[in-house]
């Protein structure tokens, strides 16, 4: 079922269309990351057009269970749509539309889909797929995979080329999703390209169960001047990336040429990776006034513990896609974007 | 749908039950493998029983698009089934059966999978998935997957812990399939394990398109007194495996306790590693009097260039699986059961 949200602006009509014209789809453009890649396609990123150049894109669609909000002051005509994606006709419509470019950015994360596997199946795997299956005119479709496709006993290093062997049916999927769209993009329906997060941070808003908004929590909350608990004793390492540095190496992505894609169209977000203890060091060094207690979880370490620390691409540094700078630039990048008036109040 | 044919011998009624009661399930009954499985099985061939001892099956069903051919002279009860695992319900209605071991050999191939991609996806991934979410009872489910899960630039040995990247959709499905059944297995649906076979020869009977069997048919056909057209140059490097060695290796697998499995509940089936050229010496040397010409098919042999040449596992040593132990006896094993009778013929 899809339900459109009139585009504020009118959509440019077919005669009007140039060599140029970049359609773009966002999926789960209402989440964290949904949105912040929304608001940098609608302020007019160059995007790779049709006829080989870079332009902003010349219309946006932005999908999620409900409608999302339109960016404010969008340099383009942009519709914004409530569907599920769990229903195949549904998927199916999506990817039928003629976008030249997708971000399939929904998902049904970890927890859900330990409590409702076939409902995250639906979401994860088929719907990728069948909007895949019913694209028209090979569009890039760039997929958030996660680190989560990893899983026992790791090397010191977690590379792009090692074996996926998730620990939980969110990696699974995921895991499958990849394999599923390079051979889509085999068969000419789809130019795909994967790209795996590690945590990113910080999602704002009130705190949710979700695994890694437990530890985004740690940079939120203290900054928000709010007390927080750690599910995860200090010397846990965690690999992270902002929001920031995700929708960067999203754009780059996009834009590397079908030549240049690594083997098998996936690679690793390079990530950062610091320790918990650390975390709550730059938080305090960054003036949050809420403090950080630590009342380790069995369930959630167990979770953690089986991502890879070290999560590294010796693909993705040609390609120019890279960590945040430091933990101080990653903490910066969410107060820039999320947390402005927060500190201290 | 499911069209059941009467058992050669009455069900053993629910009072009759014993501890080491094995109800066993084969899907792809009717293929060639399956069908030298069933016979295996129904001669009695211990498998592990619900006691933690071994015995032969208590019931045997045989499940394939058209009904199988029961074997002649079971120890058991054996049900022959006619069942489109493509649709859903009948996939489920299959799982739901109470088996407690579920051997499941059902594919659409590599031509069928590209011709059809998404009935090679119903068949291939999904009644494998709604098998497993309906079983009862946690059985043993022994998935036979393939080399075809290799392909990209490989190193000169294919090891069971190299990171798949399938060149054909077939060998995709089969990817999938192997991380849908280990999530499934730590989900407690199912007890999985996966075997990846190499090139299986040899199938009786006409020749036909599959990959598999167009190598199959420089062993049949010259051994029948045909002349035979290798779509292969004889430096062409294949690795091989019997029939009669991958059910010794499908039985060993079943009889594995739990702790035992490798990694992702999967692992290679170790294989002989011949040329194109000397299989067609070997089956000279077996008397055979049909010739084999060559006329390299460029399609073909990109497949076969993309599979693993050197398909070898660390894994399968230390529980009992191995290879054939020549390649004269890989031809002996065809002769002794499949091609009595045709040597001179």
Tied chains: 1, 2.
């Excluded at 140039?18 to 160059?46: C, D, H, K, Y």
């Excluded at 101080?328 to 201290?344: K, P, S, T, Y």
Aim: with cysteine; aromatic share 4%.
């Amino acid at each position: 079922m899809l339900i459109n949200v009139p585009p504020d602006q009118p959509v440019r009509a077919p005669w009007e269309e140039t060599p140029s014209m970049t359609n773009v789809l966002i999926t789960g453009a209402g989440g964290f990351l949904g949105r912040r890649l929304a608001r940098v396609i609608a302020a007019g990123a160059p995007l790779p057009g049709t006829d080989g150049g870079k332009g902003p894109a010349s219309r946006l669609e932005l999908v999620d269970l409900t409608a999302p909000e339109p960016p404010a002051g969008a340099a383009m005509p942009v519709a914004c749509t409530a569907a599920d994606l769990a229903d195949p006709a549904t998927a199916a419509a999506l990817g039928a539309r003629g976008a030249d470019i997708v971000f399939h950015l929904a998902a049904s994360l970890t927890l859900d889909a330990e409590r409702a596997p076939d409902a995250a199946w639906a979401v994860n795997v088929e719907a990728p797929r069948r909007m895949a299956e019913a694209a028209t005119g090979h569009p890039r479709f760039i997929f958030t995979s996660s680190i989560a496709v990893f899983g026992g006993d790791l090397p010191p290093e977690t590379s792009d080329d090692l074996r996926p062997m998730p620990a939980t049916g969110y990696g699974t999927h995921k895991a499958i999703a990849e394999l599923m769209l390079a051979d889509l993009s085999r068969r000419g329906r789809i130019d795909g390209r994967s790209l795996r997060l590690p945590i990113v941070v910080t999602r704002p808003g009130a705190p949710t169960p979700a695994v890694s908004d437990r530890i985004a929590a740690l940079i939120r909350e203290p900054l928000a001047g709010r007390d927080v608990v750690s599910p995860l004793p200090p010397e846990t390492l965690v690999p992270l990336a902002s929001a920031g540095a995700v929708v960067r190496a999203l754009l780059r992505l996009v834009a590397v040429t079908e030549d240049d894609l690594p083997p098998g169209r996936v690679l690793n977000l390079p990530a950062l990776t610091v320790t918990i203890g650390e975390i709550a060091a730059a938080v305090k060094a960054r003036g949050a006034t809420g403090g950080i207690g630590f009342a380790p979880e069995a369930d959630l370490a167990h979770i953690v513990q089986g991502w890879p620390q070290h999560f590294v691409s010796a693909r993705a540094e040609p390609l120019g896609i890279r960590p945040d700078a430091s933990l101080d630039a990653l903490i910066a990048d969410h107060l820039r974007h999320e947390g402005a008036g927060h500190v201290g109040s």
